[in-house]
């Protein structure tokens, strides 16, 4: 356990001794969690999502997103090289570039016009000097010194990471072997995004980062999964967790699905009842890759995650914004190479995921439910205890929270706790 970590939360509170087994429902509602979490994770030891590269292909082009509560700029500067900016002027802390994304050559603060380059550093103070001679800048002022804070930024594959430690792994280190085994998978050739939209989910972020890791809740939650055959338990699959426990990876084949003898055929499921579709168009769907994998739900801690579902391909990061609610960004793709009638069917298939898609509408909901029911509580926890009391990283069955108990994992051990 991280010993800096735990003088800073020492006194917080105590882990049940349950261990993983236990999360205290007071981690999704105390502000002061919250702001250990500002510092110990996103502002400490983590690599995290800040956008793909294919979003700002020439020079000058930009996105901004936000690591934890801390809003960044990323940007390709005039070397082609990508860099990660915080997105706030040296001068009073306004927010410095406002749009979402765009193209630009410098960045202009509208509160006094400090200009600043796109490496981040100052280009210029408006009256500098003042007006005829009286006001301005100090003539010791170093403009030198009051560029913006510019962050630690590697690539894997798509994807641009950035983090404020100078200490951390390289992101395939951290991640791991197997991890950058499914990233390779899912960006195995030039990919092309199809949309993106923001989602605001009424809960606290790391509800939602449980769910994505729980793979048992999906056929029974999700009735479209279960009553379509979609994704069910008795197929074949497993849950991977990560050598440091907080990411993993839930896949399953659908083509090997037996549910004789289960309890998808005895009838007592909720999902699996009185539920057609009248345009089935859906449901068609081509083998995307060779493996006969058809779910692959991958999570990378804290709060990246990559999803196929059948031909529906996306990236999701999700942003706390305070301990009740955050932000859930997706950016959904293809291949470069896809023929029309294959992108037809990705964007049919996309009516499964998103705000209202036929399955992710449910995720969009349950993490509030858990919110409200509770909030104020300082004693009880929750039980998780699906597949055992560890995280045992090998192949293992999905009726499992394995992947919870593994984001716990890292958690407690970056948070000290
Ligand atoms: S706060 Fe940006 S120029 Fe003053
Ligand atoms: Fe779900």
Redesign the pocket.
């Known amino acids: 356990m991280n010993i800096a970590a735990r003088a800073e939360t020492e006194g917080m509170f105590r882990w049940p001794d349950e261990g993983l087994a236990r999360v205290p429902f007071r981690v999704y509602n105390d502000p002061e969690i919250a702001a250990a979490e500002e510092r110990l994770l996103f502002q400490g030891e983590t690599w995290n999502l800040v956008g793909l590269d294919v979003e700002i292909p020439q020079p000058g082009d930009y996105r901004t997103s936000a690591i934890g509560g801390t809003p960044v700029i990323m940007v390709r500067d005039q070397s082609g090289e990508i860099r990660v900016h915080v997105n706030r ?1 040296a ?4 927010t ?1 570039c406002l749009a979402r994304a765009g193209k630009a050559e410098n960045f202009t ?1 509208i ?4 200009v600043y380059g796109l490496d981040g550093k100052l280009q210029s103070i408006a009256f500098k000097r003042g007006v005829r001679g009286q006001g301005g800048m100090p003539a010791d002022f170093d403009m030198a010194q009051h560029g913006l804070r510019e962050l630690r930024v590697e690539r894997i594959c798509n994807l641009v990471f950035a983090t404020f430690s100078q200490t951390l792994p390289p992101v395939r280190d951290w991640f791991g072997p197997r991890m950058v085994w499914s990233l390779e998978r899912f960006f195995h050739k030039p990919i092309r995004l199809i949309g993106g939209y923001t989602q605001v989910l009424p809960n606290n972020w790391k509800l939602y980062a449980e769910n994505v890791r729980d793979s048992y809740h999906a056929s029974l939650l999700h009735t479209f999964f279960a009553t379509f055959g979609l994704n069910r338990l008795s197929m074949d699959g497993a849950v991977e967790v990560s050598e440091r426990g907080g990411s993993h990876l839930s896949w399953a084949k659908m083509a090997t699905d037996d549910a004789a003898g289960t309890d998808y055929a005895t009838g007592g499921l909720r999902s699996m009842r009185d539920l057609a579709i009248e345009d089935r168009r859906i449901l068609k769907v081509w083998p995307e890759f060779e493996d006969g994998i058809t779910h692959m739900i991958q999570t990378l801690f804290p709060t990246v995650f990559l999803q196929q579902i059948q031909n529906t391909l996306a990236v999701r990061l999700i942003v706390p914004r305070g301990t009740d609610r955050c932000d859930l960004h997706w950016w959904v793709f293809g291949y470069e190479d896809d023929t029309p009638e294959q992108m037809r069917m990705r964007l049919m298939q996309s009516n499964l995921v998103g705000p209202a898609g036929l399955v992710s509408l449910e995720d969009g909901f349950i993490g509030n439910a858990v919110q409200r029911a509770t909030r104020g509580e300082q004693g009880h926890g929750a039980v998780v205890e699906m597949g055992g009391h560890g995280v045992e990283r090998d192949r293992q069955s999905r009726v499992s929270e394995a992947g919870v108990r593994g984001f716990w994992l890292q958690w407690r051990s970056l948070m000290g706790l």
């Not at 001068?91 to 306004?94: A, I, L």
């Not at 509160?111 to 400090?114: A, D, G, M, S, V």
């Open positions: 002027c001068h009073r802390g306004s410095l603060c509160y006094h016009n400090w």
